[in-house]
């Protein structure tokens, strides 16, 4: 039972590549995170849907992309309250870096999420 268990924790921390063509290399693409699909309580839960019109895998917790600008669809839930907001994060990626998206949250709801360079 331990072995699923953690099996399908793993199964929910990928990384979606989300662009077209051949893959990049590591150094000239750019890696966002939200938090794992498998999120063991967390009081706020960040989860990718869509990075430029694209959808996002439910288990994929990363997605990886070009640099430039992107546009992505997130939803923020409360655990507390059970409220999910949809937010769209507007930003411009760099090659090589790493991002998180991060909630500003009461135990109510969601009030923004943001996008940090991790």
Do not use: W
Not at 43 to 59: E, S, T
Not at 68 to 77: F, Q, T
Not at 94 to 103: E, I, S, T, W
């Amino acid at each position: 039972m331990l072995i699923l268990l953690v099996a399908a924790m793993g199964a929910g921390c990928t990384t979606q590549r989300v662009y077209p063509g051949p893959d990049l290399p590591r150094r000239a693409a750019a890696i966002v995170r939200a938090d794992p699909a498998f999120s063991a309580g967390l009081p706020v839960q960040l989860r990718l849907r869509q990075a430029d019109g694209r959808k996002i895998a439910l288990h994929a917790n990363a997605i990886e992309l070009p640099p430039g600008h992107h546009s992505l669809l997130v939803d923020c839930r409360v655990l507390e309250s059970g409220e999910t907001r949809r937010f769209v994060v507007e930003a411009e990626l760099d090659a090589g870096l790493a991002y998180r998206l991060v909630a500003r949250a009461t135990s109510r709801n969601c009030d923004a999420v943001e996008l940090i360079e991790h």
